[in-house]
């Protein structure tokens, strides 16, 4: 059977300018460039890079048609005339925020893979685009080349959502991986994500949870209709991981991730980033070294998990493609997305968040410092799923799980653990995220 495929009459012709031409840039250009056929014949409208701004005009961009106008003021790009949409991909909050907004205000479509702006800025650039009727798309903003904001967005938009749980920084995950795989300690496995450029040589924003931080406010502000300030999410990151972390999770049936956790806890809605130990027959699990995934619990709908590559140039531009033809087609139809209302979140404090816990206790060996410890838990109504001991001369370590707990009762059981005499130490705390 041969199908034929559809033919739209006319294409229209759509002037992009391109804010950025790096990683991301540099990629959709090429993907625009060799797919401009195949996306006219299959939507009507065909995107073409007209003009592009980055800061060094000298620098050879291969992947740029020739003819674009290349400039080093994103204004510039802005205001050209044959530009009638404009794609950000510089990254940073200025002069990012200026150029979208000046683009909005002036009736031109947006579309950006900037987590940090628009987590940090969403509420005014929706507002703008609102005001101006036109789109601002950022699919590629979480998870790289996963959709996840459009499938939350309009395929969920009617569902009931209860969580949203992701791993969506690349470089974290790639560590945690190679820690459980090769029983590597943090430190030795950060370098090497250095050497093999997975990790940036201050590797804060993605080791300290920083990233993650504002894939969670924008992921929560989507599942919820919410706005969620990137300040205001709870945020943990790896670097206190050890490899005994790693061998005890390994031991009990678990895996360490760094996830990015947004639920529904009543009416409200908590927001948080932090290592995670999670069951290894979860889905989240098995998504292994540099790879993203957002998991998705919808009252009706179930469990959803959306897996792929969330960063890199080539899977992030797939992402902004998409945006880029959603924006063309709008614009030629004189429509846009809409972007659904946010209201202020009431977010639930981490105190009043519940889980299970991994908590490991360093304790002087001796009768009867078991009986007191568990005292310490019945006191605090904390129960106990199970419990390991393993003997190191004069002391012991034990390794509790707990069953779900509130965070402010652990955190007072601790500090109550911590004052008996038998206590040597509060070794770890690790929340266990997928259990009851
Ligand atoms: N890389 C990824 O895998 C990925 C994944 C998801 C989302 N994103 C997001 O996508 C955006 C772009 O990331 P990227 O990795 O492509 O960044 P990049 O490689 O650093 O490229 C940034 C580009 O912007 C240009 N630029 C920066 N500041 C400028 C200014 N003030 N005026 C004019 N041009 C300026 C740079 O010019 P020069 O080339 O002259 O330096 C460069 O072409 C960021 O928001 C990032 O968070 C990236």
Known sequence: VIARLPCPAVSNAVGIGLLGVGTVGSAIAAQLHERAAAIGLRTGVTPRVVAAAVRDVSKPRPTLPSGVRVVDDPMAVVRDRDVRVVVELMGGIEPARSAILSALAAGKPVVTGNKELIAAHGPELFAAADAAG??????????????????????????????????????????????????????TVLA????????????????????????????????????????????????????????????LGFVIKLLAIAERTDERVAVRVHPSMVPITHPLASVRGAFNAVFVEGADVGQLMFYGRGAGGGPTASAVLGDVIDASVNLTKGTHAA????????????????????????????????????????????????????????AARIVFVTHRAKEAAVRVCLDDLGRLDAVRSIASVIRVVGVQ
Do not use: W
């Open 192 to 251: 090497e994500a250095q050497s093999l450029g997975y990790a940036e040589a201050d590797p804060t924003a993605d080791v300290g949870g920083h990233d993650a931080a504002s894939k969670a406010a924008i992921l929560a502000s989507i599942a919820f209709g919410v706005h969620v300030p990137v300040a205001e999410v709870t945020r943990e990151g790896i670097e206190s991981i050890s490899a005994q972390n790693v061998a005890d999770a390994k031991r």
């Open 339 to 394: 972007l659904g209302a946010f209201a202020p979140a009431a977010l639930t404090p981490l105190s009043e968040c519940s889980s299970a816990f991994c908590l490991a206790i360093e304790v002087n060996d001796r009768p009867g410092v078991l009986a007191a410890v568990a005292k310490v838990f019945g006191d605090h109504g904390v129960s106990i799923r199970s419990m390991e001991q393993e003997g190191m001369a004069d």
């Open 134 to 187: 036109v789109d601002l798309l950022f699919e590629a903003a979480v998870a790289g080349g996963i959709p996840i904001i459009r499938p939350l967005r309009e395929s969920l938009a009617g569902e009931r959502i209860e969580a949203v749980m992701g791993i969506v920084n690349g470089t974290t995950n790639f560590i945690l991986t190679k820690m459980t795989e090769d029983a590597a300690d943090y430190g």
